[in-house]
């Protein structure tokens, strides 16, 4: 028997804002009843991007711009895992 919250995803609508790196973006959410939640900072699950700085920098610029040209100024559907 699994428990409510483990059997429950939930889903919202949401604003891409920016991007920060290959694998982090920031969104406006609404949550619904006409409240949102701004600014908020997420990470994508099981992405793990090279970092901006250090030995992979050039890597981690491309995986930015990349993710930067999909989602950046975009709505999109979160779901909760």
């Known amino acids: 028997m699994s428990t409510i919250l ?3 995803l ?5 604003h891409i804002t920016s991007v920060y ?3 982090t973006c920031t969104a406006d ?3 619904g009843l006409g409240v949102w939640v701004r600014g908020e900072k997420l990470r994508l699950h099981r992405i793990n991007a090279p970092e901006l700085h250090g030995a992979d920098d050039a890597k981690g610029k491309a995986s930015r711009d ?3 040209s999909i989602i950046d ?6 779901q909760t895992i």
């Open 6 to 8: 483990g059997s429950q």
């Open 66 to 68: 990349h993710l930067k």
């Open 10 to 14: 939930f889903h919202y609508r949401a």
């Open 29 to 31: 959410i609404d949550v």
């Open 73 to 78: 100024g975009k709505d999109v559907l979160l």
């Open 21 to 23: 790196d290959g694998d």
